[in-house]
């Protein structure tokens, strides 16, 4: 009997479906009452009020906090596509103003070329851009991109910025050595513009280095040079065209022998940054190089 019992609960079974349509009945009836006599249900309504009220706005509270997330998880990722499309842009403006300044600068030397050029219009020139030196830091010798094809030639003055650089020692077919003032193997000639006393410009790398001069010998002591007055190349030289200004004299002191005088001499050419010169095509007459 046991068994059969046991056997007869476990044949029993049980549709949901059916308690699903038995609460929407429920559900039904209690509006209607509800609505049909709301004095009699407005207890009934106070206590669910209570007890939704809290669960609703915990409720509300969580789905706040969610959608908070959501939007502030949109919000980083809309930055950090806006913040990648910044950075491109940087890089790009980075690029262009590198562009800009690079060809502000080769303007400007251009421009002093041009200036250069206008200044001695009695000499012809060819511009030459350098394309490689012995250092890096000064220009004391270095090669231009022009050589014997355009006609330059051993001997030709060279020169940049205010004025002069130096002379073409060597030359190939498409390139030439420059030598500059400097070099301590370089003497020029040299007098003043307002004095028209010479002197001999002696190059220095050590005291350019040091101090950004180069020396001035054989100062006649009768000579009436001051300092700043303009040095530029002499009239008795065998290798530089007369007039093209070398620098500034300074510092004129009579010398150990008491027989001439020395000075020190600031270039009119910024030696350690040099892009493009001007070779003057012209050689001194009865040049003899060695």
């Known amino acids: 009997m046991k068994r059969r019992r046991r056997r007869r609960r476990s044949d029993f079974e049980f549709n949901p479906k059916y308690l699903w349509i038995f609460c929407i009945i429920l559900c039904v009836v209690l509006m ?37 997330k959501l939007e502030a998880f949109r919000s980083v990722k809309a930055l950090r596509a806006e913040n990648e499309e910044l950075k491109e842009r940087i890089e790009v403006l980075i690029a262009t103003n590198q562009s800009l300044t690079q060809d502000k600068y080769e303007l400007d030397g251009l421009r002093r070329l041009y200036e250069l050029d206008a200044k001695y219009m009695d000499y012809d020139k060819v511009a030459a851009r350098v394309i490689a030196s012995d250092t890096n830091n000064w220009f004391y010798s270095f090669i231009v991109d022009k050589g014997s094809e355009d006609g330059i030639k051993v001997g030709m003055n060279v020169m940049a910025g205010n004025g002069l650089v ?22 020029v000639s040299g007098m003043s513009i307002e004095t028209q006393d010479t002197c001999i410009v002696s190059g220095d790398l050590k005291l350019m280095k040091e101090q950004g001069v180069i020396r001035v010998e054989m100062i006649s002591m009768d000579a009436s040079f001051q300092d700043d007055y303009e040095i530029v190349t002499s009239h008795i030289s065998d290798k530089y065209l007369q007039g093209i200004l070398i620098g500034y004299i300074q510092d004129i002191k009579v010398d150990s022998s008491n ?3 020395t000075a020190y001499l600031i270039p009119a050419v910024d030696f350690e940054r040099l892009d493009e010169v001007l070779i003057v095509t012209e050689l001194k007459e009865a040049y003899d190089f060695k």
């Open 32 to 68: 209607f009452v509800s609505y049909r006599f709301p004095e009699r249900f407005s207890g009934v309504k106070t206590f669910a009020g209570n007890v939704m009220a809290p669960m609703q706005r915990g409720i509300n509270s969580v789905g706040r906090g969610i959608s908070d």
């Open 259 to 261: 027989m001439t005088k």
């Open 166 to 187: 130096g002379i073409v020692s060597e030359t190939g077919k498409n390139w030439s050595r420059i030598r500059s003032i400097i070099d301590d193997n370089c003497n």
